[in-house]
């Protein structure tokens, strides 16, 4: 998923911020899942050859779950030995671009995807159906690009590629937009616990598609951290009505003075730890990080008499340590 073509941007600061953000994209994308720590950062190669021109349109965004219809033909052509070259020649050679986009760090081949499948056949029949669901989405989605579009018109919209991959990864990027693991998502029920309900998958989208506008100086703090990935939950709300962390803000919202003090101590440090992308701290919450950073993107916006002003500085945060002084975010 490429940013660089977007209005107003200029040449040498579009690259950087392109670099920054596909990485930011990515890691956030794996950070949801903790067992997909071997996706890389330093996968790219060259991320922003072949640029490509994103529409302003929502309409013009394509929704594509053709690759999960092939997954689905291929394994039950291949059922129960799911035969490694066959996945690779009628599911990853036959696939779409975004498919292919998912092979490299992810899927890696039509051998580890067949391994995987075989050591979790029965995860990914509890999977089917809420994959085969995704097809439904495409009202919901299309809602809430034009949502978004209305609420920031400066807004791009790359393609959306749903495809079933090896149990590793929520999502990545690559030139043509942006790859979302369905298998990642499921119906809960007594005996099977996805990562994510398949009801807020469409959430997730949104959460990705505000990381996606976001342009932003190159700052690794915890500060810095949290707000970016708040300015998703809080826009994606701001969007939707919703966002997919709510479990978090229950716990964050009912702590939240101690957890402001403690945040305060160490928010210009570098070390993230435990406030994002998984923790060994057993006592609260993973990721309380959003929740911060949403609690004080949320207090620029009403802070702001001009709404649409506030988004599109939301989206263009230059200094984060004055942003959050002119939040005026402080409980006491």
Not at 52 to 75: C, G, M, Q, R, Y
Not at 113 to 123: C, D, H, P, R
Not at 286 to 293: I, K, S, T
């Amino acid at each position: 998923m490429l940013i660089s073509n977007r209005p107003g941007a200029s040449a040498s600061g579009v690259n950087q911020r392109t670099m920054q953000t596909l990485k930011e994209i990515i890691l956030n994308f794996r950070v949801k899942w903790p067992i997909l720590s071997i996706i890389a950062l330093t996968s790219f190669s060259n991320p922003i050859s072949g640029q490509t021109v994103f529409p302003n349109d929502p309409d013009s965004a394509k929704i594509h779950t053709e690759d999960i219809a092939l997954f689905w033909k291929v394994f039950n052509a291949t059922t129960p030995g799911f035969d490694g070259k066959t996945f690779k020649k009628e599911y990853l050679d036959a696939g779409s671009e975004g498919l292919k986009g998912f092979i490299k760090m992810r899927i890696e081949s039509g051998e580890n995807l067949s391994k995987t499948i075989k050591e979790n056949v029965a995860y990914y029949n509890a999977i089917r159906n809420s994959s085969l669901s995704i097809e439904n989405k495409r009202d919901t989605l299309q809602k809430h690009l034009k949502n978004f579009k209305i609420k920031y018109p400066a807004a791009v919209f790359p393609d959306v590629y749903f495809v079933i991959g090896a149990k590793n990864s929520g999502g990545t990027v690559f030139n043509g937009g942006l790859i979302v693991g369905a298998e990642m998502f499921g119906k809960e029920s007594d005996n099977f616990k996805p990562r994510l309900n398949i009801e807020v998958i469409d959430l997730v989208v949104i959460h990705e598609l505000v990381h996606f506008q976001q342009k932003y100086i190159t700052d690794n703090t915890l500060l810095a951290q949290s707000i970016k990935e708040g300015a998703a939950d809080f826009i994606c709300e701001l969007v939707t009505g919703s966002h997919s962390n709510k479990p978090i803000y229950e716990y964050g919202n009912s702590h939240e003075k101690e957890l402001w003090l403690e945040f305060k101590e160490k928010m210009h440090s570098k070390d993230w730890k435990p406030w994002l992308y998984g923790s060994k701290d057993n006592s609260r919450p993973q990721d309380l990080g959003y929740w911060m950073g949403y609690r004080i993107v949320k207090a620029y916006y009403y802070n702001m008499e001009d709404k649409s002003k506030a988004i599109d500085d939301i989206l263009n945060i230059n200094n984060f340590k004055e942003f959050l002084q002119k939040s005026g975010y402080n409980p006491q």
